[in-house]
């Protein structure tokens, strides 16, 4: 029986309690979960390419010590159906927050399926304390000074508050 790969794309600027629910999740369907941490220039993260990679690397390590999945963090660009090829993935997976995610996943769907019929696109449902959490949400409340530990790590609230200079 061949691996299966899945992919979760995302900028993870910064990744959130958000994110960290829906790979927990991911881990259970796949053998093999590639976290593709995606290089946009149109939305001008916050973080660094290598930041955002080895702040998703350090906050995913403890989900594989009890699991049966194995996590790879990857850097990408281009298209997510040549990148979905390139990683052997046959499932991508998404995360859904609200109806309005789901009207842009949808049509994200529809125009993959046309480029590759045979990857599959999974959606899993955030956990309801998370689903008004959205990386750019946080970023501002950080930036306002604003108290975002409910919604990322210690860690990563701390990159924040040195971001901002909190």
Not at 34 to 63: Q, Y
Not at 127 to 139: C, D, G, N, T, Y
Not at 148 to 165: C, E, I, M, T
Request: hydrophobic share 40%; aromatic share 6%.
């Amino acid at each position: 029986m061949s691996k299966r790969v899945g992919l979760y794309p995302g900028t993870f600027d910064p990744i959130t309690n958000g994110h960290i629910d829906i790979i927990r999740r991911a881990i259970k369907l796949v053998d093999e979960l590639v976290i593709g941490v995606a290089i946009n220039r149109d939305k001008g993260p916050l973080f660094t390419l290598e930041e955002r990679v080895e702040m998703v690397t350090r906050e995913t390590s403890p989900l594989t010590d009890n699991s049966t999945g194995k996590i790879k963090v990857m850097p990408f660009e281009g298209l997510l159906m040549h990148y979905a090829e390139e990683v052997g993935a046959s499932v991508i997976v998404r995360g859904l927050r609200a109806v309005s995610d789901f009207e842009y996943e949808f049509q994200m769907v529809g125009m993959n399926q046309r480029l590759n019929p045979d990857i599959e696109t999974v959606f899993l449902m955030a956990e309801a304390k998370h689903q008004a959490i959205a990386s750019r949400l946080v970023k501002e409340i950080a930036r306002l000074g604003g108290d975002v530990g409910p919604f990322v790590s210690a860690d990563v609230q701390q990159q924040l508050s040195d971001k901002f200079g909190s």
